[in-house]
């Protein structure tokens, strides 16, 4: 378990494509990480994929702080699992 202990951030937003998001959340968590899906400030509690799998949002954007993802040998680690910042300007 090389991750145990770490703490990760995958963001999920409204639309996300499916392998982007859960192929690592389940790969990261076999290793012992802890992983979060990081939710966009406006995004519903639950948000649904591409296909219509659901993805439960743990905490959102604007709440989140990269202090809850960074400490002291443990660096930031962000996975992108969503078109959703790439919307936030549409």
């Not at 905490?59 to 936030?88: E, K, T, V, W, Y």
Request: glycine share 8%; proline share 7%; charged share 30%.
């Amino acid at each position: 378990m090389k991750l145990k202990g770490k703490k990760i951030a995958i963001l999920a937003g409204k639309i996300y494509e499916d392998t982007e998001l859960w192929y690592p959340y389940f790969r990261l968590k076999e290793e012992g990480a802890t992983v979060e899906l990081v939710g966009t400030s406006d995004s519903p509690d639950v948000v649904e994929s591409k296909h219509g799998y659901p993805a439960r949002i743990d905490c959102r954007a604007n709440i989140a702080s990269a202090d809850d993802f960074h400490r002291r040998g443990n660096p930031r680690r962000l996975f992108a699992g969503s078109p959703a910042p790439l919307q936030a300007d549409s």
